[in-house]
């Protein structure tokens, strides 16, 4: 069994930073792209930012610039520096892995729980 468990979110003040991460865990062979999502109340899931396991990184075009993906494949973390927040950014942030659990198997589409991130004054 796979597990992403996401930590960091909290409050912040627009202009302020946060720094989450996301720890993966249980049977896992190797993973493929990582990549942070968001969703804000209301709106649809969208995607802020993809590491390769190569370390190629994409970004949305709202974050570019304040927002930086990193991850460790020694030890299966991933991060996402915040800079520069804005209200906008206020959503919940889910970890996603593509990985696999054996050398044979097809890659599993993984999840975290979330972690809330609030920006206001």
Known sequence: QVQL???G???????????????????IFSINDMAWYRQA???????????????ITTYTDSVKGRF?????NAKNTLTLQMNSLKPEDTAVY????????????????SWGQGTQVIVSS
Request: aromatic share 6%.
């Open 94 to 109: 889910y970890c996603n892995a593509q990985l696999r659990i054996q050398w044979y198997t097809a890659n599993i589409n």
């Open 68 to 72: 930086t993906i990193s991850r460790d």
């Open 5 to 7: 468990v996401e930590s």
């Open 9 to 27: 979110g909290g409050l912040v003040q627009p202009g302020g930073s946060l720094r989450l991460s996301c720890a993966a865990s249980g049977r």
């Open 41 to 55: 109340p209301g709106k649809e899931r969208e995607l802020v930012a993809r590491i390769t396991s190569g370390g």
